[in-house]
């Protein structure tokens, strides 16, 4: 019988196999940074134990670091403590590290990928839960928790039991001005938070294969928020194209091999998936979160759902409190809902085309005064090259913040966060309760929507604003 | 790791599903570069609530905490294992585990205990009819027991083998692994040379 693409890749990662316990797994790459490593590196120094492969390790700051004043020592103690933990614990173990003020500096999952260090039919890990991010160039991909981290650093290996597979089909093509984010916000919705729950997800079909690998890293980015212990897209040649020629891709004739190896990581046409979910893009809209978790979604188009819209007990339990704490009465048309903070970035959405089609859409406009915008690019990389376009000038001019790379108000850990109450639209992936500041409440959204709802105040898409007097084009290339 | 056989200790009902990582401790917790004192961080929004199940007096020095389905989903920080840890808890019974909550505590020595959605009610319900209750885990025959007479309950629960092994000799992961060193030197020599290295000599 023949073999689907993830267990291609974990056969090929299997380092002993034995009945009744985990597989043990090499990782060919750990990425580290300042929150969730300090506690692995201690475990370490207390064993005695060293680094086993420092050069299949790459540390970056990432979660707590600021995003103004970045060039100036950390104004928050206990912050700058965890970011010198970081810079001593690379220090000693002979760890890379782009720190604060490194070009190569930014959010782990963007800059992975930007070095061309992520490729195709890799075992990736960090001690981060989107970590699946890197899926989309069919590697295996997965967050792990601080004593795994240490196991990996002691070993480069990890215990892994293997997981069931599921294939997302998804037909048809995306209408215009809906994109990946919306895809896999309506998916999350289909299937609920523990949908994926125990599975490796391969996410095909038609409409994948139409999305850039920006595009593909934003769907496999979620693939945790429906509970999937990882997902992957089969590399082809977009994959190929977007590393070839980034500073750690293989050259001449190691590329070729590499090449090679790659186009054989498909799923056969007789391997059996444990699970299928299909769906079909053509009849997908832009699509907002009105609870407290990411599969509590509906159609921008459409209401705040009532608690008895829900078969379930449960799902009516959660959707009371959900609304209780989002501060919305059930009924409402979603594109009444009045925002105070529109926050573009993460690494779900915090890469250059998802700046492009920002700017693209607020080119020429003006921020709605009681709303707030900030943009922060993932990376430094992100940062310099949006520069080097002129889309900062157009956020600015249009009274956006235009912000330093890292994780900022995706989970509020440094001081962009939100205060009780206020009501954002954020471009990244997690709407739980206080996750961008303690009593913040959160819509997931797309970035045509984000662009649009920070030029209206309310949740709005592209298409409901007012046209310009003369149309625009942003971006050299 | 310290061995766990059983536990018995006073039962905590927690009655929502869904418990994400930023619920059981938020970000700005996270700053602490030790693995102790995190049990201030756990469920701080919710311990602002005088009427909040850890303010309770009965159910003071809890040490088994019954919560609903989808616990641990969200974050792979195992600062919520540890911050669970850190509180008392030794135990926690759900229906359904997000898997890296699951991986987390095996690691952590926090039994993660998988129990069917009836048999969380029962404990919800006998825990607000006797708070302070007392519940007993036992590892080594999976089951979950509480209560006396009519009403006692005892059902299994669900742990995998290779977890229920490790706790209960006690194991450290990466020791087991570095016996098999031979295994993992023999597999790096045959890694394709143009996989991709973060340093170049
Ligand atoms: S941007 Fe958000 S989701 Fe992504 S790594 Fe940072 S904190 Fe995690």
Same mark, same amino acid.
């Given at each position: 019988?023949?073999?689907?693409?993830?267990?291609?890749?974990?056969?090929?990662?299997?380092?002993?196999?034995?009945?009744?316990?985990?597989?043990?797994?090499?990782?060919?790459?750990?990425?580290?940074?300042?929150?969730?490593?300090?506690?692995?590196?201690?475990?370490?120094?207390?064993?005695?134990?060293?680094?086993?492969?420092?050069?299949?390790?790459?540390?970056?700051?990432?979660?707590?670091?600021?995003?103004?004043?970045?060039?100036?020592?950390?104004?928050?103690?206990?912050?700058?403590?965890?970011?010198?933990?970081?810079?001593?614990?690379?220090?000693?173990?002979?760890?890379?590290?782009?720190?604060?003020?490194?070009?190569?500096?930014?959010?782990?999952?963007?800059?992975?990928?930007?070095?061309?260090?992520?490729?195709?039919?890799?075992?990736?890990?960090?001690?981060?839960?989107?970590?699946?991010?890197?899926?989309?160039?069919?590697?295996?991909?997965?967050?792990?928790?601080?004593?795994?981290?240490?196991?990996?650093?002691?070993?480069?290996?990890?215990?892994?039991?293997?997981?069931?597979?599921?294939?997302?089909?998804?037909?048809?093509?995306?209408?215009?001005?809906?994109?990946?984010?919306?895809?896999?916000?309506?998916?999350?919705?289909?299937?609920?938070?523990?949908?994926?729950?125990?599975?490796?997800?391969?996410?095909?079909?038609?409409?994948?294969?139409?999305?850039?690998?920006?595009?593909?890293?934003?769907?496999?980015?979620?693939?945790?928020?429906?509970?999937?212990?990882?997902?992957?897209?089969?590399?082809?040649?977009?994959?190929?194209?977007?590393?070839?020629?980034?500073?750690?891709?293989?050259?001449?004739?190691?590329?070729?091999?590499?090449?090679?190896?790659?186009?054989?990581?498909?799923?056969?046409?007789?391997?059996?998936?444990?699970?299928?979910?299909?769906?079909?893009?053509?009849?997908?809209?832009?699509?907002?979160?009105?609870?407290?978790?990411?599969?509590?979604?509906?159609?921008?188009?459409?209401?705040?759902?009532?608690?008895?819209?829900?078969?379930?007990?449960?799902?009516?339990?959660?959707?009371?409190?959900?609304?209780?704490?989002?501060?919305?009465?059930? #009924?409402?048309?979603?594109?009444?809902?009045?925002?105070?903070?529109?926050?573009?970035?993460?690494?779900?959405?915090?890469?250059?085309?998802?700046?492009?089609?920002?700017?693209?859409?607020?080119?020429?406009?003006?921020?709605?005064?009681?709303?707030?915008?900030?943009?922060?690019? #993932?990376?430094?990389?992100?940062?310099?090259?949006?520069?080097?376009?002129?889309?900062?000038?157009?956020?600015?001019?249009?009274?956006?913040?235009?912000?330093?790379?890292?994780?900022?108000?995706?989970?509020?850990?440094?001081?962009?966060?939100?205060?009780?109450?206020?009501?954002?639209?954020?471009?990244?992936?997690?709407?739980?309760?206080?996750?961008?500041?303690?009593? #913040?409440?959160?819509?997931?959204?797309?970035?045509?929507?984000?662009?649009?709802?920070?030029?209206?105040?309310?949740?709005?898409?592209?298409?409901?604003?007012?046209?310009?007097?003369?149309?625009?084009?942003?971006?050299?290339? | 790791?310290?061995?766990?056989?059983?536990?018995?200790?006073?039962?905590?009902?927690?009655?929502?599903?869904?418990?994400?990582?930023?619920?059981?401790?938020?970000?700005?917790?996270?700053?602490?570069?030790?693995?102790?004192?995190?049990?201030?961080?756990?469920?701080?929004?919710?311990?602002?609530?005088?009427?909040?199940?850890?303010?309770?007096?009965?159910?003071?020095?809890?040490?088994?905490?019954?919560?609903?389905?989808?616990?641990?989903?969200?974050?792979?920080?195992?600062?919520?294992?540890?911050?669970?840890?850190?509180?008392?808890?030794?135990?926690?019974?759900?229906?359904?585990?997000?898997?890296?909550?699951?991986?987390?505590?095996?690691?952590?020595?926090?039994?993660?205990?998988?129990?069917?959605?009836?048999?969380?009610?029962?404990?919800?319900?006998?825990?607000?009819?006797?708070?302070?209750?007392?519940?007993?885990?036992?590892?080594?025959?999976?089951?979950?027991?509480?209560?006396?007479?009519?009403?006692?309950?005892?059902?299994?629960?669900?742990?995998?083998?290779?977890?229920?092994?490790?706790?209960?000799?006690?194991?450290?992961?990466?020791?087991?692994?570095?016996?098999?060193?031979?295994?993992?030197?023999?597999?790096?020599?045959?890694?394709?040379?143009?996989?991709?290295?973060?340093?170049?000599?």
């Amino acid at each position: 019988m023949g073999r689907t693409l993830s267990e291609k890749v974990w056969d090929e990662h299997v380092v002993r196999s034995r009945q009744g316990e985990p597989d043990l797994l090499f990782i060919d790459l750990h990425l580290i940074h300042e929150v969730t490593s300090p506690q692995a590196f201690d475990g370490l120094r207390l064993a005695g134990r060293a680094v086993r492969r420092p050069d299949l390790t790459l540390a970056t700051e990432d979660h707590n670091v600021p995003t103004i004043d970045w060039d100036k020592p950390i104004a928050d103690p206990v912050s700058r403590t965890q970011v010198d933990t970081l810079r001593r614990n690379a220090d000693e173990f002979g760890v890379r590290l782009h720190p604060l003020g490194d070009i190569e500096q930014g959010i782990v999952h963007v800059v992975g990928p930007q070095l061309g260090l992520t490729q195709p039919g890799m075992t990736i890990v960090c001690g981060d839960s989107h970590t699946s991010t890197h899926g989309a160039f069919g590697a295996i991909a997965f967050g792990i928790g601080t004593s795994e981290v240490e196991h990996v650093l002691a070993t480069q290996t990890l215990m892994q039991a293997k997981p069931k597979t599921m294939a997302v089909t998804i037909n048809g093509s995306l209408p215009a001005g809906v994109t990946a984010k919306d895809m896999v916000l309506t998916l999350i919705a289909h299937t609920g938070t523990g949908g994926g729950q125990g599975y490796i997800v391969e996410y095909r079909g038609p409409a994948i294969e139409e999305l850039s690998m920006e595009g593909r890293m934003t769907v496999c980015n979620m693939s945790i928020e429906w509970g999937a212990k990882a997902g992957l897209i089969a590399p082809d040649q977009t994959t190929f194209d977007y590393i070839e020629g980034r500073p750690e891709a293989p050259k001449g004739a190691d590329w070729d091999a590499a090449v090679e190896h790659w186009k054989s990581l498909r799923t056969d046409d007789d391997a059996v998936f444990d699970e299928e979910v299909v769906l079909d893009a053509s009849v997908m809209t832009p699509f907002v979160t009105w609870g407290t978790n990411p599969g509590q979604g509906v159609p921008l188009g459409a209401a705040v759902p009532f608690p008895d819209d829900f078969d379930d007990a449960q799902d009516k339990v959660a959707a009371e409190k959900a609304l209780e704490y989002m501060g919305l009465t059930a #009924g409402t048309p979603m594109r009444e809902v009045k925002v105070d903070t529109v926050f573009v970035g993460s690494c779900t959405n915090g890469r250059i085309e998802d700046l492009r089609l920002a700017a693209e859409i607020i080119q020429g406009r003006k921020v709605d005064p009681d709303t707030r915008l900030l943009v922060v690019p #993932g990376s430094v990389r992100v940062r310099l090259q949006a520069q080097d376009e002129g889309l900062d000038v157009i956020f600015k001019e249009a009274g956006a913040e235009w912000r330093g790379a890292g994780c900022s108000m995706c989970l509020g850990m440094n001081p962009d966060t939100l205060e009780p109450g206020e009501r954002s639209a954020s471009t990244s992936n997690r709407n739980f309760e206080g996750r961008q500041g303690k009593g #913040g409440r959160t819509h997931l959204v797309s970035i045509p929507v984000a662009a649009a709802t920070a030029i209206r105040g309310t949740l709005s898409s592209p298409a409901d604003l007012e046209p310009l007097a003369q149309p625009v084009t942003v971006g050299s290339n | 790791m310290d061995a766990f056989t059983s536990h018995t200790g006073i039962g905590v009902p927690l009655r929502r599903s869904n418990v994400d990582t930023d619920q059981i401790i938020p970000a700005v917790y996270l700053k602490r570069v030790t693995r102790d004192g995190f049990e201030d961080g756990l469920f701080s929004a919710w311990r602002n609530d005088p009427t909040f199940v850890l303010n309770n007096p009965a159910y003071a020095g809890g040490s088994v905490l019954v919560a609903g389905p989808d616990f641990g989903t969200g974050s792979s920080r195992e600062h919520a294992v540890w911050a669970l840890q850190n509180y008392g808890f030794r135990v926690v019974i759900s229906p359904r585990f997000a898997d890296i909550f699951r991986g987390n505590s095996g690691k952590a020595g926090l039994l993660a205990a998988q129990v069917d959605e009836k048999v969380v009610q029962r404990l919800w319900d006998l825990l607000a009819d006797q708070p302070g209750a007392e519940i007993t885990v036992d590892l080594e025959s999976r089951t979950v027991r509480a209560g006396e007479g009519v009403d006692a309950i005892e059902d299994s629960f669900d742990i995998d083998d290779y977890t229920r092994w490790r706790l209960l000799e006690g194991l450290d992961d990466i020791g087991i692994t570095l016996g098999h060193e031979a295994d993992i030197t023999s597999y790096e020599a045959g890694r394709p040379s143009w996989k991709p290295v973060t340093q170049h000599a």
